[in-house]
């Protein structure tokens, strides 16, 4: 079942523009992962953030995560035309060790030249 | 170090068939899962796998089954296939088993059930 729900569905942009995605979960978390999936392909491992952070960064990359909403959000800072690919984010339960993600549904970012 | 493999890549099978797809993950990683993908339910957890054990399950059928090996290759089965199991099914590997556990994914097996 899925944990995590993520909006918006899709989102288009222009390049040099920001984008933001949101996560939303239902449980006590371990850590949230954000992944990229490039056409049906393999997903792609972007960041981590542990449920005592509260703000990460990597690259253009910006994730943050409020444990008290159950929410995360994922910005991408002055997007290219190779951003463009599905965002998930998954989460690692507190009470489940292991390699064990649950993923939202997925973001579908368009960032046109 | 190469990444994680599946094999094959793609697959057409027949409904009541049965199907293997075999995963190696990177060197060095001896957790590895298994993921199912389709448009309506998304990516759903099938089951993990560490020193050949079974350390995790997702909420599919029986029908649904893995190994490890020890050289931390893994298989998994689905017998008696139906067409609801027409998915990218997706396998990752991990160098560690708690906590930060980051999945590196492998491109995945098609799998079409006719």
């Known amino acids: 079942s899925q944990q995590g729900e993520e909006d918006p569905q899709a989102l288009s942009i222009q390049e040099g523009e920001n984008a933001t995605m949101n996560c939303s979960y239902k449980t006590s978390i371990n850590n949230l992962q954000w992944y990229r999936q490039n056409s049906g392909r393999g997903l792609v491992h972007l960041i981590l953030i542990r449920s005592n952070e509260r703000e990460k960064h990597s690259g253009r990359l910006r994730v943050t995560l409020d444990t008290s909403k159950k929410s995360s959000s994922l910005l991408i800072t002055a997007s290219r035309a190779a951003d463009t690919a599905s965002y998930f984010c998954?989460?690692?339960?507190?009470?489940?060790?292991?390699?064990?993600?649950?993923f939202g549904q997925g973001t579908e970012l368009s960032v046109k030249p | 170090k190469a990444g994680v493999t599946q094999t094959p890549r793609y697959l057409i099978k027949t409904r009541g068939q049965q199907v293997t797809l075999s995963c190696s993950p990177i060197?060095?990683?001896?957790?590895v899962s298994w993921y199912q993908q389709t448009p309506g339910q998304g990516l759903q957890f099938l089951f993990e796998?560490?020193?050949?054990?079974?350390?995790n399950k997702g909420n599919f059928p029986g029908r649904f089954s893995g190994r490890q090996f020890s050289n931390s290759r893994s298989e998994m089965n689905v017998s008696t296939l139906e067409l609801g199991d027409s998915a990218l099914y997706l396998c990752a590997s991990s160098p560690r088993v708690e906590r930060d556990n980051e999945q590196f994914f492998g491109p995945g097996t098609r799998l079409t059930v006719l």
């Open positions: 796998y560490f020193s050949e054990t079974q350390r």
């Open positions: 998954a989460t690692a339960e507190e009470h489940n060790q292991g390699g064990k993600l649950i």
């Open positions: 060197s060095g990683h001896r957790s």
